[in-house]
């Protein structure tokens, strides 16, 4: 005689052997995909206001790199003419120069700069001496120097800054934009050269 076992003990059974319930179970609801109008929006607006915050910013960025760049440059320029000046056992010199053909006797630094051979200690280019770099000016940036190096600096073939008449050359060349730090280039009693920033604030 067969006993039937009744269904749930046939459900348990088969679970048993099979390690599941042949129970329909409802899939998972998918959620949409994509963006809402809203939360687009709300995304571009953060967007443009982050924008907004960091134009500024690189902007000061670029005006400080661009004053940096220009002490360098000129910085670089001297260090160039002092090894020249070893290199060639004549003097050198670097003057302010708007035309990039003769030193400037009028104005400031700011006009651009010269760099070139002195063989007869005149002060001037004069035939037959090397024109070895020029500078034209930077926009909006302006060079001054105190008065030791007001109109040039010449270097001796033993690598010293000496003005024409034999006189000692050091002093300080300032180069600023308006806003901004200040940035000194520093010539020692060596004829080296040193690049600082300054805690001033440029008028």
Known sequence: MSIEA???????????????ADVAVPAPQRKPLGFTLLELMVTLALSALLLLMAV??????????RLLN?????????????????KRGLRVNLCKSADGRQCADLG??????????DADASGEVDGGEDVMRFEPP???IR???????????SFTSLGQARTLG???QM????????????VAIVLVASGRVRVARSAAICP
């Open 138 to 140: 930077a926009p909006g």
């Open 108 to 117: 400031t630094w700011d006009q651009g700069f010269l760099l070139h051979v």
């Open 143 to 153: 060079v001054g120097a105190n008065r030791p190096l007001a109109n040039y600096v």
């Open 56 to 65: 500024p910013s690189y902007h000061a960025w670029i005006e400080e790199e």
């Open 171 to 182: 002093g300080t060349f300032t180069v600023c934009r308006s806003g901004r730090r200040a």
């Open 166 to 168: 034999g006189g000692l």
């Open 6 to 20: 009744d269904p749930a003990t046939q459900i348990r059974g088969r679970f048993a052997l099979t390690g599941r």
């Open 70 to 86: 220009h002490a360098r440059l000129l910085a670089g320029s001297l260090s160039l003419a002092r090894s020249e000046a070893i």
